[in-house]
């Protein structure tokens, strides 16, 4: 055990940068910033029980909440004087930058704290700090006002025992807020007490006067289960594995697969959480991946027809990672992950070959791990076999790529939701105000779609209205049509009520019956039935689809009620949002239209003679039908 004495202190330089530029020294001078001041007095007790001096801690926080006592009864800070600087080894402690012993190479035997910058920063920042020292069965104290001594170590008299108590009251010039946060301090303690096995840590609340004990004689390990039962996780093997190792740093690590939680590695570095990981995860997820797959491979356990993922190892796994090292380089943006290169091989070569032997001396726990390991990659595969299969179906239609003019609506993918196409851009903005965002989704088409009766499928796919109404559709064309992936409930063209709209109906009719055959015979397509006048008699309002409707309501409801009003739409894109909404779009109060495939036979020669080539076929048609069409319309 290095012994110190005054000389060893490097003496580097005043005080008063910290002052100036704290955040360059403690990260900030927020809550976390005043919580280092408490962490750095903290670590230098707790350097004082790894070295072994010291096994009982206690901190205290004042009434006021904004003051500290921490002491332990190690060996007590020299007083002895400094030889160079003719002080006390005490009061350089407290009044030089990164004084102390921390500096010295070889001696990872330091918590750290915040990253060793040294008890001097503390006193700088701290309104006012006292220094208690028991040592040689006398007691001495001194006092200072941000960094300054307010005179020598005085001797109060005998004392029993040794160690070192620090009381120090942060700055209010320095941090905005100085409150110290009692839940804050109590966890710190909490894991000190697991990290550090055996050692007695206090923590002593005046404002709430509560006073905790926490103490462990099996360290990580009471850690791991705490952790375990916190979780509600369930063992997969009775005992944990455990492994501590003190060979140039400090390696402490207690894990255990289990059932029920997620893969959770909580690990420290010099007692600092390491919330973001870094190279010693790496190392131990490296080490055990690697005594794992050696203990399958060596038993012969390699499973028929699955292969073993990392993932599939560390599923479950809950693991407490302690390490202690010199030198340690933190990164991000909190600091809280660890980047010496050298952690990595440190860890996994540690870790390795020492749970590989306890593997092959634990045969029955070795055998549940790899049957819970074989278990979740068997687990993985038929999931991502699933996945696949959900994903190929909803390939075309997840929403990366569905057409930039499509206003989907947030029920995609359900029954109840309906797709509009919209003739036009100056409907569709209509019906995109006008619409249940919910379950409506709407599809504008530009001006007069193809007319597919004799194009083929990679024509149709040519066409960018026809081929973005297949992507927002989402179940494919022609004979790749699969109506499971079809992302609406209702298809439902909505198109002017004059014979323009009616040739635009047509038309989408003829592409959706030749390439989406499935559609059409499963009753998914509608056409809407948007109003051509609005009759305002009286009071009243009354919609009419046509001018035979006009006339019925004219006749019904005009007779000697003076002048009716009538207006004619000339196209949806000049109906309000809300009319459109209640005339057209509305589930509860529009009439919609569910075209039928009554025989294929029939529908495919009617549209062909209509919308084929044959202009004399259909020249033809029409007349036969005319006096039928008009029938129809009674
Ligand atoms: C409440 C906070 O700071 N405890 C500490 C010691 C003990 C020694 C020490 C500290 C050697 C000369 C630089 C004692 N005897 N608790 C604490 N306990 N620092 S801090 O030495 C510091 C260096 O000054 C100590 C023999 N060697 C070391």
New binding site residues.
């Given amino acids: 055990m290095p012994?110190?004495?005054?000389k060893?202190?490097t003496v580097l330089e005043g005080l008063e940068p910290v002052r100036k530029r704290p955040g360059m020294y403690i990260g900030g001078v927020g809550s976390t910033g005043l919580h280092h001041l408490a962490w750095e007095?903290l670590d230098?007790?707790v350097?004082?029980a790894m070295n072994g001096?010291a096994s009982a801690i206690t901190v205290t926080l004042h009434e006021d909440g904004a003051s500290l006592t921490?002491?332990?009864d190690?060996?007590?800070?020299?007083v002895d004087k400094h030889p160079k600087s003719r002080k006390s080894?005490l009061e350089?402690?407290f009044t030089v930058l990164h004084?102390?012993?921390k500096f010295e190479h070889g001696s990872y035997k330091t918590a750290g704290g915040l990253h060793g910058v040294g008890?001097s920063v503390v006193c700088a920042l701290s309104k006012e700090l006292s220094v208690t020292v028991k040592r040689d069965g006398e007691q001495w104290e001194q006092r200072f006002k941000q960094g300054v001594a307010q005179g020598p170590p005085k001797k109060l008299g005998p004392a029993r025992g040794t160690g070192?108590?620090?009381f120090f009251r942060p700055d209010a010039t320095i941090f905005p807020k100085v409150e110290f946060d009692a839940a804050v301090i109590r966890e710190r303690l909490e894991v000190a007490s697991y990290l550090h096995k055996g050692v007695k840590v206090v923590f002593e609340d005046e404002g709430a006067r509560t006073r905790e004990v926490f103490q462990h004689d099996d360290g990580i390990e009471a850690y791991l289960r705490a952790i375990l039962a916190a979780a509600g996780a369930r063992p997969s093997h009775e005992s944990a594995f455990v492994l501590a190792r003190d060979n140039g740093m400090r390696l402490d690590l207690a894990m255990q697969w289990t059932e029920g939680t997620d893969e959770q590695i909580r690990s420290y570095v010099n007692g600092i959480p390491t919330g973001s990981g870094g190279t010693h995860e790496h190392g131990l997820r490296a080490g055990v991946g690697k005594a794992i797959r050696n203990f399958i491979d060596t038993h012969g356990l390699t499973p028929k027809g699955v292969t073993i993922a990392a993932e599939d190892i560390r599923e479950g796994l809950v693991a407490v990672l302690s390490l202690f090292v010199a030198e340690p380089q933190f990164q991000g943006q909190t600091k809280d992950r660890l980047n010496n290169p050298e952690a990595l091989s440190a860890v996994d070569s540690a870790v390795r070959p020492a749970l590989e032997h306890w593997l092959n001396h634990n045969l029955s726990m070795a055998e549940a791990i790899v049957a819970r390991i074989i278990l979740a990659a068997r687990a993985r595969e038929a999931s991502r076999a699933a996945q696949q299969e959900v994903a190929r179906k909803n390939a075309t239609s997840n929403r990366l790529n569905l057409p930039g003019k499509l206003s989907d609506c947030s029920a995609a993918g359900r029954d109840d939701s309906e797709l509009f196409i919209v003739e036009g851009d100056s409907a569709g903005g209509s019906a995109k105000q006008g619409r249940d965002r919910a379950r409506q989704a709407i599809l504008p088409l530009r001006g007069k779609v193809l007319n597919v009766e004799s194009a083929s499928v990679s024509k149709v796919l040519e066409n960018k209205e026809l081929s973005d109404l297949v992507t927002a559709l989402g179940c494919g064309i022609g004979k790749h049509v699969d109506i499971t992936r079809l992302r609406y409930g209702r298809v439902i063209i909505l198109a002017d009520a004059d014979s323009d709209g009616n040739h635009i109906a047509t038309l989408l009719l003829t592409f959706l019956y030749r390439h989406l055959t499935p559609l059409m015979t499963a009753g998914k397509v509608f056409l809407a039935q948007p109003p051509l006048y609005r009759i305002d008699i009286g009071k009243e309002t009354h919609w009419a689809l046509d001018d035979v409707q006009k006339a019925q309501i004219l006749e019904r409801h005009a007779k000697g009620r003076g002048t009716p009003e009538i207006t004619r739409f000339k196209g949806l894109g000049e109906m309000m949002p809300k009319v459109l909404w209640e005339t057209t779009l509305n589930p509860k109060t529009r009439r919609l239209l569910r075209v039928e495939v009554a025989d294929h036979i029939v529908t495919d020669r009617v549209i062909n003679e209509l919308m084929g080539k044959d202009a004399s076929a259909r020249f033809r048609f029409i007349m036969e039908r005319a006096e039928e069409a008009r029938e129809l319309d009674v």
């Avoid at 012994?3 to 005054?6: E, N, V």
């Avoid at 190690?74 to 020299?78: F, L």
Wanted: proline share 3%; net charge negative.
């Fill in positions: 012994s110190y004495t005054a060893d202190i007095i230098n007790a350097d004082e001096f921490v002491s332990d190690g060996r007590g800070i020299p080894a350089v402690v004084a102390g012993g008890a070192t108590t620090v």
